[in-house]
């Protein structure tokens, strides 16, 4: 049995056949509308979501399967003390494969370890998203057609972004990618990440201007500040305007940079910025569905003729 924990969890050679599988999906839908009739999805929520939660929940019914679960602590037993341990033992015995979101770090990799079914890191904490991660390459591959020899800047919340450290992780198995960090002092990638890419001999360089920088890129990630995380207000109402992606900012890109966001959107890009062809942000939550059908596909071994 295999679960999604970190995004490399899967190797590259996985991943390829993952991604060829969504678009597949995306082609097909109907050739996969019975794969997984009489399975269950259980979507364990402890922090909120709108996206995640509900392309699994989305992607599953797509897959004719049923969904169960619950999009707060505050409505499960964690408010009367039940352990990450307990619930998947019992949801174990509920559902044939779990999607978890957990405000700590290490959650889903706890649930994993006590699991009978296949368990999936929906996000945990500060640290990783790798169906978000799954969606951003099959989002880069599809619409950019490589994975490969890219500038890539990752610009806002570089320090709390999950899906920032999770897509770095996971870009730096592929050659010839070029990493941009735009952020404020405050808000940089934290140490361990860019230990990561200088071990895998990456080439990065850490700016606080976005404007320098935009002409050179081929995708830009943006990211917003992630209030939740921060453990002074004063310190986030300071920070969360430091970008805003604009018309005018966007005259300087390349006619071919890809904008991609995981969303929730802030103030981060203007609404002026949607109706550029280069914002592919929407979409991007579009392929997240098509993604995590291949995912539930994937750890449940179902294979489709
Ligand atoms: N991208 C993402 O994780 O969005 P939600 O928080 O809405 O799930």
Redesign the pocket.
């Known amino acids: 049995m295999r679960h999604l924990i970190s995004p490399l969890d899967f190797s590259v050679e996985e991943l390829d056949k993952l991604l060829t599988l969504a678009n597949d999906i995306e082609k097909n839908p109907e050739k996969y509308s019975e794969a997984c009739k009489g399975k269950k999805l259980a979507t364990l929520f402890y ?7 509900l ?1 699994f929940e989305a992607a599953m019914m797509n897959l004719g399967g049923n969904v169960l679960g619950f999009s707060e602590a505050t409505s499960s037993s964690a408010a009367k003390g039940e352990s990450v341990a307990d619930t998947i033992q019992i949801i174990s015995c509920y559902a044939d494969i779990a999607a978890m ?1 957990h405000p700590k770090e290490g959650a889903a990799l706890v649930a994993a370890n006590n699991s009978a079914i296949p368990v999936i890191n ?2 945990d904490g500060g640290h990783q ?1 790798p169906t ?1 991660t799954l ?1 951003d390459l099959l989002t880069i591959r599809s619409l950019k057609g490589r994975l490969d020899n890219v500038t890539i800047g990752l610009c806002g919340d570089l320090k709390f972004g999950r ?1 920032v450290h999770s897509l770095i992780n996971a870009l730096l198995r592929y050659d010839n990618v070029k990493f941009v960090l735009i952020s404020p002092a405050e808000l940089k990638v934290p140490k361990y990440i860019i230990e990561h890419i200088e071990a895998a001999g990456a080439q990065y360089e850490e700016v606080t201007k976005l404007e320098e920088v935009i002409g050179n890129l081929d995708l830009l990630y943006m990211t917003r500040v992630q209030k939740e995380r921060f453990f002074n207000e004063e310190d986030y109402i300071r920070l969360k305007d430091s970008f805003i992606l604009d018309k005018k900012k966007m005259r300087l890109a390349k006619d071919d940079m890809l904008v991609l966001h ?3 959107r802030v103030n981060e890009i203007s609404v002026e910025v949607d109706k550029d062809p280069r914002a592919v942000y929407f979409k991007q ?1 579009q392929y ?1 569905v098509y993604v995590r059908m291949a995912l539930i596909l994937t750890l449940l071994e179902v294979e489709v003729c």
């Open positions: 922090e909120p979501s709108t996206r995640t939660r392309s979101r929906a996000g998203h978000q969606t899906t995981p969303l929730p939550a997240g």
